[in-house]
C-alpha cells in the first residue's frame, strides 16, 4: 500500500504555482462634496474591478482598475485660493500557492490613463489662472508584509494651467511602467501599494472655471467642461490606473508521467487493485 501511494504521487511532486486570494483595499482620503454658492468640489475613488485569473499554460495573469475623479469649480467671487484636494491610495494583495517549491517569476505593468482639463472662465474672472494637477503616483511592493519602493512601477505627475489668453486644456495622461522579473520559490503573500499623493484640481485666487483629474468616474455634480467622456470621447471604463500581475510557473500545467515511470505505475495499480479485492 505504501508502495503504491508512493509511486502514484511522483506524478504529482511539481505542481504549478496558483494566483489567489486577491484583496483590493481603498486607503483614499474620505470621499467628500462641498456645494456652496460660490464653488463646487467633489472627490470620488473606488476600485472599478479586478479580472478573474487567466491561465494560458504556465502563464497566470490578472489585471486590477482602481479609478477616481477630482474636480474642482469656481462660481461665485473668490476672494482667496480655492482648493480641491486628495490623496488617492490602494492596495493590491494576493497569494501565490507553490507548495511544491517548483518555482515561479512574477512581474507587474503599472499604467495610468485619464485626462487633466481645466476651463478659464475669461467673462467672470479677474484672477491669473486655474490649474489642475497631478502629482507623482508611488508605488510599494511586500512579500510577506516587508514593504520597499518600486521606482520601475512608479509614474511621475504633470500639471496644466490655463488663464485668459489660454483659456482650455484638455490634457491625455498616459504613462507606464514594468517591473523586473522576479524569481519565487514556496508559497508567499505579496501586495502592491499605489499612492497619488497631492493630487489636485486649484483654483487661484480670482480666477473662474472648472478644473479636474477624470480617471474613470463620473462627475456627480455640475461640472460643464469635465463630463466623461466629453470632448476626448473615451468612455470611462478605459480610464484609471491600472495594475497587471503576471506569472510564469516552472511547473508543468498538466503532469504527464514520464515514459520509465508507465510500468512502475502500472505495476502499483494492479497491485493496489488485488489488496483491495483480498480485502
Do not use: C
Not at 504529482?12 to 496558483?18: D, G, Y
Not at 502563464?59 to 480655492?82: E, H, P, R, Y
Not at 512581474?107 to 495610468?112: F, P, Q, R, T
Not at 520559490?185 to 478644473?211: N, P
Amino acid at each position: 500500500m505504501k508502495l503504491f501511494f508512493l509511486l502514484f504521487s511522483l506524478p504529482l511532486a511539481l505542481m504549478p504555482a496558483t494566483i489567489t486570494n486577491i484583496v483590493v483595499t481603498n486607503l483614499s482620503t474620505s470621499n467628500y462634496t462641498i456645494d456652496t454658492a460660490t464653488q463646487l468640489a467633489e472627490f470620488r475613488s473606488a476600485n472599478s474591478g479586478t479580472s478573474a485569473v487567466q491561465v494560458s499554460g504556465n502563464l497566470s495573469s490578472f489585471t486590477n482598475q482602481f479609478s477616481w475623479f477630482l474636480g474642482q469649480n469656481a462660481l461665485g467671487d473668490i476672494t482667496g485660493n480655492t482648493v480641491a484636494s486628495a490623496i488617492i491610495s490602494y492596495e493590491l494583495s494576493f497569494t501565490v500557492l507553490d507548495p511544491t517549491n517548483s518555482g515561479y517569476i512574477l512581474y507587474a505593468d503599472s499604467e495610468l490613463r485619464g485626462w487633466l482639463t481645466a476651463q478659464f472662465d475669461p467673462l467672470n474672472s479677474s484672477g491669473s489662472s486655474l490649474a489642475a494637477g497631478l502629482g507623482d503616483l508611488e508605488v510599494e511592493v511586500s512579500r510577506e508584509g516587508l514593504y520597499a519602493p518600486a521606482p520601475n512601477l512608479s509614474l511621475g505627475g504633470t500639471s496644466v494651467f490655463v488663464d485668459e489668453l489660454s483659456p482650455n486644456s484638455n490634457d491625455l495622461i498616459l504613462n507606464g511602467g514594468n517591473s523586473q522579473a522576479a524569481l519565487q520559490f514556496g508559497t508567499q503573500s505579496y501586495s502592491l501599494r499605489v499612492t497619488l499623493a497631492q493630487s489636485g484640481a486649484l483654483a487661484l485666487a480670482g480666477a473662474q472655471g472648472e478644473a479636474g483629474l477624470r480617471f474613470g468616474l463620473e462627475p456627480l455634480l455640475n461640472f460643464a467642461a469635465l463630463n466623461t467622456p466629453g470632448d476626448d470621447g473615451e468612455a470611462a471604463s478605459q480610464l484609471g490606473h491600472f495594475t497587471t500581475i503576471s506569472m510564469l510557473s516552472f511547473a508543468p500545467a498538466a503532469e504527464v508521467p514520464e515514459p520509465g515511470m508507465a510500468i512502475p505505475l502500472a505495476f502499483a495499480l494492479v497491485i493496489y487493485q488485488r489488496m483491495r479485492r483480498a480485502s
